[in-house]
């Protein structure tokens, strides 16, 4: 087979998979009605900064404290235009992405493994994973931070670091936990950088070529990133509504002082939530995320339940922190260059958490990471020799059926009470 045809069929499954994605993301998108979980803050702001550059109250007409970078809200704020201010809209962007995600998987798993059978494993895993799902059925940031940390980790795998660096700027311009990511890819770059060199010898020359190499990374993963984040807020640099924008006569100085309090925002944010979750519990979906549940009449039963559950397919994930697991160890004694990357990516995105254990969090930031912890168990039947693809489609089915299974509550669709509860398989999950 030409390399032509090959890369014709990588696009054709590729595509194919994100086409699916995007008509089940699609479906019935403009319901449930009304702004839910926290679309009542992107949602809002993303129309305010199509309205006004800058998020303003829309009740005082003042500038308003926001906390998050302007990136996702962008997104969220194209389908406003295109379609209005309605639930369709403002949900719009985050399908488009969550379909193009999809398709990133593929490429990403070809990369690594270089099989068309494991990546259409692995884009077949993200596909029936319900926290995806449901993150590209509602106007959250998460789906676009995910969009751009898997662009960044595709970019680095092909050594298109300025790319890479980019798209690692945007994520940290959606979500500041982006940074974590740029961060570690930007240490692991000079430790590549560092056994290439040292392999071919620590002799002057090379020292030389060390340090020149430094510099341009330092260029690459330091000074761009922080070019393109800045660039992001141009909305509010422009204007003079943004908060803390006239906070001193020197612009740059505002700057910094309103990311002072969005900081202590951060560090500070401790308030009690029900759905609060520790980021020990996040890989076994310990306390998924309600975001959104009602009684309806029309499910055909006395008593009806509708919930949106941001919880990935519960199966597919336990698996997925056994093969974390097992590829930990895989790397400790082969040192494999692909379980490296993968468990890379993880920590940077997962690690940092355990750090703030009195903030308040969701078990849903794990969808930061949710591709790669599903690339674990692409490695691990990677390691099959024989019945390679009997294990993958046996393994996919019973995903699969644990997805349609708890599809009433990725989509919101209205069951009955009794059947709802059946769904609770965990007492923590009410």
């Known amino acids: 087979m030409t390399t032509q045809l090959r890369i014709s069929r990588d696009w054709v499954i590729a595509l194919g998979f994100g086409a699916l994605g995007l008509a089940l993301r699609l479906w019935n998108l403009g319901n449930p009605k009304g702004k839910i979980f926290d679309e009542v803050y992107y949602a809002t702001n993303a129309h305010s900064l199509l309205m006004h550059g800058v998020e303003i109250d829309a009740k005082t007409g003042q500038s308003e404290f926001i906390v998050h970078p302007p990136v996702g809200k962008w997104f969220i704020a194209i389908g406003i235009k295109l379609f209005g201010y309605n639930e369709f809209g403002w949900r719009f962007a985050a399908a488009i992405v969550g379909s193009a995600s999809i398709v990133l998987m593929y490429f990403t798993a070809k990369k690594l493994f270089d099989k068309q059978l494991l990546s259409v494993f692995a884009t077949l895993l993200i596909s029936v994973d319900g926290l995806h799902l449901v993150h590209s059925r509602i106007a959250l940031l998460d789906i676009f931070l995910l969009f751009f940390i898997q662009i960044a980790v595709l970019a680095f795998l092909h050594n298109k670091y300025w790319l890479s660096a980019m798209a690692l700027g945007l994520a940290t311009a959606t979500k500041w936990s982006g940074l974590y990511v740029l961060v570690a890819l930007a240490l692991y770059v000079l430790l590549l950088d560092y056994r290439k060199l040292r392999y071919l010898g620590l002799e002057q020359p090379f020292r030389k070529m060390l340090q020149k190499n430094f510099l341009i990374r330092f260029l690459q993963f330091g000074i761009f990133p922080v070019l393109v984040y800045v660039t992001t807020w141009i909305g509010w640099f422009v204007t003079k509504d943004g908060w803390d924008r006239n906070w001193s006569a020197n612009p740059i100085k505002s700057f910094w002082h309103y990311h002072a309090e969005i900081l202590n925002f951060h560090a500070k944010l401790t308030d009690t939530h029900p759905y609060s979750a520790n980021p020990w519990s ?12 009602a009684t309806p009449k029309n499910c055909g039963a006395t008593n009806c339940a509708q919930e949106i559950l941001a919880m990935g397919t519960p199966i597919l994930w336990w698996a997925a922190t056994l093969a974390l697991l097992i590829t930990i160890g895989y790397w400790f004694s082969k040192r494999d260059w692909n379980a490296e990357i993968i468990l890379i990516v993880i920590g940077a995105s997962y690690l940092p958490w355990f750090a703030f254990q009195k903030r308040t969090m969701f078990s849903f930031y794990a969808f930061a990471f949710e591709p790669f912890l599903l690339l674990t168990l692409v490695y ?50 009410i």
């Not at 996040?282 to 549940?293: D, F, K």
């Not at 995903?399 to 509550?409: D, G, Q, R």
């Open 380 to 429: 691990l039947l990677s390691k099959v020799v024989r019945n390679q693809k009997k294990v993958a489609i046996i393994f996919g089915a019973i995903v699969l059926a644990n997805f349609l299974y708890f599809l009433p509550l990725f989509l919101g669709i209205p069951i009955s009470y009794n059947s709802w509860h059946d769904h609770m398989w965990l007492p923590s999950w």
């Open 282 to 293: 996040w890989l076994i979906q310990g306390r998924p995320t309600s975001l959104e549940y």
